[in-house]
């Protein structure tokens, strides 16, 4: 072909008017498809189409009066050349006499294109010349017919040509033969001038540029033998190739080979992924594992993000491949044509043309399996660009907005109803969904997951990557007729579980449905949820809804109605369940019915609020794109990018205790206290670029948390962040850190105290405000204001008044208070002999302040409920703002504001809730509870504590920050985040109309109690000149936490972290002698000596984490097992055996010599698994050396003989398998075990898994797996009753088996006589499975530091008697 790209740059924009520019682009696609040779008719309405054949420089036009003749003669042209040709003819009889051509045409097999000018439509059936019915004129004889809309500058000419274009991928398919496009054309029928608009062209630079066809088709035809894949595939590939800004759509597919392959073209490409509702992906359940190193995203939330005009902007790609068909969003849909051109590729395995932008550049005919094969094959290079990392970013941040804001509100909703339904869904179970808004609703809120535990177990026993939803809905026309009936018929094809969830109006056209459901033929039972608005609510969201009368809405749009569906299902026998809250949702979910049943369950709506929930949901999804937005383009202007991932790396940590001198007893503590001192930690943290950032560990003494064990934990969090990186968007506080805690540290955020987490937190984000030359406050509300009020500039602090004293005497300091420029005082109360004492003193500050001043009242949990209703009863004429806990049993606190009237806040009972509050929170959105009183030092940081304030200020509560005795490094961060979350506050009240939202005075007067601080600098608590109250002022927060000068008087120690020795301690037993590995922590820790010993296949490597943690109380080793790690084994010359026998008693005799070499006193032995048997034989036979056991997930060993013989039989083949196919084939098996499905789920598991491959000895690994069987050690079950030492069992939540087996050790070593003056305890560990030492660190580490602090109290009481005893035989 002619090299033409100059000449056809720019020939569509210099035509005369439309209709050539129609013309024009249709014979110049004919000819970039290869179909040069043209049949013209004469005609008046087919003159443009004749004019732009026969000016067209490569077509070769035959002129001829008939019809008839000139169609023969394209058959015999279509023979010789094996190339359809071109028949042009104008309207009327003209086209009839094609007939007989297209006839033989088509029995023939032979390609034709026909090009039939027509009348428009305003000239059809009035009696207009030479006008007849050309639609569909040929009827079955051609294998594809379109009629075109007559031309118009409103439809794009892309639209022209992909017709083009698929009419003659139908003439040239397998079964090729005519195709027939009929073309109307209003006047001008010549080269007239006439106004056209070339908005219409939009979309054709890539097609003007060059001379391809604007959709090319291509078909994958695999041979089986060999894998080869031929045809034109090979430009689709290489378009791939190229590709540096790729898209993935996942439209409908629905088998599960495709959607394998969906999955594995995704983690191939790495490219960002966007899947349908209806492609079985959206509602994914990920195993981690399989995308841990090549991690696809799935940008799950593009349709919300794409509210922002900014992301819109943002978004750019160069190549996208959509592998089935349609795409639900309309917003994704139009962001593609507004990125147009680009290349686009359509896989789906059929011929019709599923593109209504007209954007398809290559339409490949295949199924999906052949294409992600063919494509895998080709081994990409792969590479991901800034659009990568950015939408990832965006899309964490919109998922996590979105399910705060569908969880906090307290109303049951029709998002919340599509969020519950995703996780409600197994693999058992599969999804049929109604049109109109449940589809919608489903695609924009549904939720997936990774990592989800009740799914791991199914995944990993099919050795399957990922649990995929199958879903469906009748997308082919999208009616809203018949959908009950599909889902019955469904139900029975799927053989599943079908859950199917449709609209009110949906299910009254198909009420006949039910009868079908009744008969309940060949399938399992059904659950229907349907959405009763109470009319057609997806208008209410259309733009019509607000330009419309609202009766003419309700009658011809909504058609509201009052039908009962409840008496519809008992006219039909058909279970009803009616639901109206989150609670009864929930129940009709995930509680299984005892009843093998359908179910229809009606799910009360109404069109308004729904109307008015989509859309606050959207007003916060485009406030979350906006707000990520911002630190991504701040942050990666600033810093480079890892990775295309905006990351912050770690680079050092340390920590120094503090003990700062206190003015007077916290109020917190009892009266007993006399210690006026406060003792912390402050956490330094640095980051790769030398940025620094302070955190303060501030714990109140409890039975959560103390000192000694809040150190613990830290001395793992040292470990543990050293290295660490972080992602730019945590401080958006929407669940990020959390994430980030568990994927990046390997630990749940549950498992953090409450007060190292909040200290954590500070440091990370005051490092990265430093790293970015700004503040806390600055760094959290990176969001522009768009109405142009500026930053606050303090935040009002309320004061906390004792009330020791009498009544005169604390009213006396409180109006000292005032005088002193205090606005609020916070009076505590629960402190006397009864209530009413509490009630008389509070009335007579009420009397000192007058009524301006603002007074609050906390009880702390105190009262039983009646004293707490005799005291409010009493105060109800003091006014005041709140009362915190006024009763002692939290159910009561609603009933108390019921009989008293005081308003209520919450302080204590946030203390109590989980990880994600917002369930708990849900009983209290009663309107009595006014205020939340958040310690972030006692929720878990900034991330908690923000999460509860935007609950309660979207309930229209006050969200108080309260101190908690911190110094001022915590005061100056509670300061800033106090003033972000009246700037959240702020603008919340401003875009709902809800007024000027009055600001709060928050819980900061604890540094009133400070004599001394951590802090060198100026505390900025002072008296406004402005305001004339106390504030903390913004400005000095902010220096202080920059430019941070610590008071080294205050400063107990400075702790890093803690080092580890390594070497070798040779021990020699039965004519061998070994090399033992030791790693050796806290050499210069007072008191024992705690010997770790690992699992089968481990190393002592896998303790110092754990080791670090309890450092502090004891010397901690852990070893190499002999045959493991880096331990060895050397034969003395004079024996004749090579190899030793590593038996329990070898192994244990080993152990043995090697303690005496450690310490001449005794050892508490930590064991796991294998590491645990050896620990309870050594406990139970060498009891003068061992004075205590840790048994974690270990057993006795077997009792049965013939399980003794089968389990020795199955460890020897499992050894020989280990020797014949190495290590890392046998690590494989290993892991795919029953016993490893909590471990698979960690975020860490494959580098766990990597560990166990670093073993010097391969052979010696796989004996000591036979010799060390438990079918060969000896059994243990008979001896555990005279056990003489203490013992800890412990194991994880998850492992069944081995709490079994703990409980009944437990019960046979409690027989023993001498378990009286030994311990004995079961401990089970929290969301850990068998590893519950890598999957539960934080508390394995607390329960053996327990466990060690009572063997150290028993042996100092055991040895106190003794000497007493001693003393009374003298």
């Known amino acids: 072909m002619l090299n033409r790209e100059t000449e056809v740059s720019n020939f569509l924009k210099d035509e005369a008017n439309i209709n050539a520019v129609w013309a024009s682009a249709i014979i110049e696609e004919c000819t970039r498809l290869g179909l040069t040779y043209f049949c013209v008719a004469p005609g008046s309405r087919s003159s443009h189409l004749a004019i732009a054949a026969a000016n067209h420089p490569l077509t070769t036009c ?19 050349s094996l190339k359809p040709a071109v028949i042009i003819t104008s309207s009327g009889t003209a086209v009839s006499n094609l007939l007989p051509a297209v006839v033989e045409a088509s029995e023939d097999f032979l390609p034709l294109l026909l090009l039939t000018a027509d009348r428009p439509p305003e000239l059809q059936g009035v009696g207009a010349n030479q006008s007849i019915n050309q639609i569909n004129h040929f009827g079955s004889f051609v294998r594809f017919f379109f009629n075109l809309p007559p031309p118009t500058d409103l439809i794009p000419v892309r639209m022209v040509l992909t ?51 604007f959709t090319k088709y291509f078909q994958v035809q695999s041979h089986k033998s060999n894998g080869v894949t031929t045809g034109q595939i090979t430009e689709v590939l290489q378009v791939i190739k190229e590709a540096k800004k790729g898209l993935l759509l996942i439209g409908a597919i629905h088998t599960e080979d495709e959607i394998w392959a969906s999955l594995l073209l995704a983690k191939d490409l790495m490219w960002p992924v966007v899947a349908d509702v209806l492609s079985g992906v959206r509602l994914r359940k990920l195993f981690k594992p399989f995308l841990e190193k090549l991690t696809p995203v799935f940008v799950d939330h593009l349709d919300h993000a794409l509210l922002s005009d900014s992301v819109r902007n943002l978004i750019e790609f160069d190549v996208v491949i959509q592998v089935g068909s349609r795409i639900t969003s309309k917003r994704v849909s139009q962001v593609l044509e507004k990125c147009f051109p680009f290349a686009y590729i359509l896989v789906d395995k059929h011929p019709c043309r599923h593109d209504p932008s007209h954007l398809v550049t290559h339409r490949v005919q295949s199924n999906i399996v052949q294409f992600a094969d063919c494509v895998l094959n080709s081994q990409f290079p792969r590479r991901r660009s800034k659009l990568h990392g950015h939408l990832q970013a965006l899309d964490g941040a919109i998922a996590r907005e979105m399910s705060f804001q569908i969880s906090a509100e307290s109303s049951l909703t029709e998002p919340y109803i599509a969020h519950m339904l995703s996780k409600a869904l197994t693999s058992e179970s599969a999804l049929f969904i109604g049109n109109s808004m449940p589809i919608r609703d489903v695609d924009m809120y549904g939720c997936s997951s990774e990592n989800s535990s009740h799914v791991v177990d199914m995944m990993l026993s099919a050795e399957l990557p990922c649990q995929w939803i199958q879903v469906t809905g009748n997308r082919g026309a999208s009616g809203i007729d018949g959908l009950l009936s599909s889902a019955t018929g469904f139900a029975v094809g799927c053989k599943k579980r079908v859950v199917c969830v449709v609209g009110d109006i949906s299910f009254l056209h198909d009420t006949n449905g039910l009868a079908i459901l009744k008969q309940r033929i060949a399938r399992k039972p059904m659950t229907i949820l349907v959405i009763n608005n109470r009319g057609g609510g997806i208008f209410r969201l259309l733009p019509i809804a607000k330009r419309t009368e609202p009766s003419v809405l309700n009658q011809y749009f909504y058609t509201s109605h009052d039908i009962s569906i409840e008496n519809l299902c008992l006219a039909h026998g058909v279970r009803y369940v009616h639901v109206g809250t989150k609670s009864e949702l929930d129940d009709a979910l995930f509680v299984p019915s005892v009843e093998e049943m359908d179910s229809i369950v009606e799910v009360e709506s109404s069109i308004n609020a729904n109307a008015i929930v989509h859309s606050t949901l959207e007003r916060f999804a485009r406030q979350a794109a906006e707000n990520s937005l911002g630190i991504i383009s701040t942050s990666s202007l600033l810093h480079p990018m890892i990775g295309n991932v905006l990351l912050c790396q770690v680079s050092g940590i340390q920590y120094s205790k503090y003990r700062v001198k206190l003015c007077d007893r916290p109020t917190i503590c009892s009266d007993e206290f006399s210690q006026f001192h406060r003792e912390g930690f402050i956490l330094s943290l640095t980051l790769e670029d030398g940025s620094i950032g302070y955190g303060e560990v501030a714990p109140l003494d409890s039975n959560v948390e103390n000192l000694m064990d809040v150190e613990g934990q830290l001395q793992l969090v040292l470990h543990l962040m050293n290295g660490a990186k972080f992602s730019y968007m945590l401080p958006l506080l929407n669940g990020s850190i959390s994430s980030w805690i568990w994927s990046e540290l390997g630990i749940t955020a549950s498992s953090i105290f409450p007060s190292v987490r909040c200290g954590l937190e500070m440091a990370l984000l005051n490092a990265m405000a430093v790293r970015h030359d700004s503040s806390l406050l600055g760094i959290l509300h990176y969001q522009k204001d768009e109405n142009g009020s500026a930053q606050p500039h303090s935040a009002q602090i309320c004061a906390l008044l004792d009330s020791e004293g009498t009544a005169l005497e604390v009213a006396y300091v409180a109006r000292k208070l005032v005088e002193e420029g205090f606005s609020a005082i916070k009076l505590k109360v629960g402190r006397r002999v009864n209530s009413v004492q509490d009630a008389l003193v509070m009335q007579e500050v009420r009397r000192a302040v007058g009524d301006q001043i603002e007074l609050r009242a906390d009880a702390n949990c105190r009262w039983t409920f009646e004293e707490a209703t005799e005291f409010g009863l009493l105060v109800k004429s003091c006014n005041l703002k709140y009362i915190e806990e006024p009763v002692q049993n939290k159910d009561d606190l609603i009933r108390f504001h019921e009989e008293t009237g005081l308003p209520v806040a919450l302080d204590e009972t946030l203390d109590d809730f989980e990880e994600c509050p917002l ?40 969200a108080v920050i309260s101190a908690a005795y911190e110094s001022g490094l915590g005061l100056s961060a509670y ?4 003033s972000y979350l009246e700037m959240v506050n702020v603008k919340a009240s401003t875009e709902q109309k809800q007024g000027t939202s009055p600001s709060v005075a928050h819980g900061l007067g604890t540094y009133r109690w400070l004599s001394e601080d951590v802090m060198m600098n100026t505390l900025g608590i002072f008296r406004s000149p402005y305001s004339g109250f106390v504030e903390g002022f913004v400005a000095d927060a902010s220096i202080n936490l920059k430019d941070v000068k610590i008071n080294n008087n205050v400063i107990v120690r400075t702790s890093k972290e803690i080092p580890v020795q390594r070497y070798e301690l040779r021990v020699d037993v039965d004519g061998f002698s070994h090399f033992i590995r030791v790693h050796d922590v806290g050499q210069n820790a007072e008191g024992s000596v705690a010997l770790f010993l690992h699992g089968f296949l481990g190393t002592g490597e896998e303790w110092i984490p754990i080791m670090k943690g309890i450092s502090g109380s004891a010397r901690c080793i852990s070893v190499d097992i002999p045959g493991h790690g880096r331990s060895r084994v050397q034969s003395h010359a004079s024996e004749t055996q090579t190899a030793p026998t590593f038996s329990m008693e070898m192994i244990a005799k080993a152990l043995y010599k090697l303690i005496e070499q450690i310490t001449p006193g005794k050892v508490t032995i930590v064991g796991y698994s294998m590491g645990a048997r050896i620990a309870l034989y050594m406990a139970l036979r060498f009891s003068n050396k061992i004075e205590g056991a840790v048994v974690v997930s270990g057993s006795p060993g077997l009792k049965d003989p013939v399980a003794r013989k089968v389990r020795s039989a199955t460890d020897d083949s499992k050894a020989r398998m280990m020797v014949d196919n190495g290590l890392e084939i046998f690590l494989e098996n290993w892991y795919n075990g029953g016993l490893w499905k909590s471990l698979r789920n960690h975020p860490h598991f494959s580098k766990i898994a990597a560990s166990r491959l670093l073993h010097d000895d391969v052979p010696s690994v796989a004996k000591l797996l036979s010799d060390l069987s438990s079918g060969r050690q000896p059994s243990l079950w008979e001896e555990l009753e005279d056990c003489d030492t203490n013992i800890s069992l412990v194991f994880g939540e998850k492992d069944v088996k081995f709490k079994q087996i703990a409980t009944r050790m437990y019960r046979e070593m409690s027989k023993s006589k001498k378990s009286v003056n030994n311990i004995i305890e079961m401990v089970e560990i929290p969301e850990a499975g068998h590893a519950v030492h890598l999957e539960s660190p934080l508390r394995m580490i607390l329960a053996l530091r327990k466990f060690l602090t009572r063997v150290h109290k028993s042996s100092q009481r055991q040895l106190s008697q003794k000497l007493l005893l001693a003393l009374k035989e003298m």
């Open 62 to 80: 035959l002129a001829c009066f008939d019809e008839r003749s000139l169609a023969f003669h394209a058959i015999g042209y279509a023979k010789g």
């Open 975 to 978: 300061i800033l985040f106090a």
């Open 919 to 958: 369930r708990m929170l849900t009983k209290y959105t009663h309107p009595g509870i006014v205020a939340v009183v958040i310690k972030p030092s006692v929720v878990g940081g900034f991330e908690n504590a923000a999460l509860i304030a935007r609950w309660a200020q979207k309930h229209g509560k006050m």
């Open 163 to 213: 017709t083009v274009d698929s009419a003659l991928h139908w003439a040239t398919g397998s079964a090729c033969g005519p195709v027939h496009l009929n073309c109307p054309f209003r006047d001008p029928l010549d080269g007239s001038p006439t106004n056209w608009s070339s908005n219409c062209l939009k979309g054709l630079d890539m097609w003007m540029s060059n001379a391809e066809p």
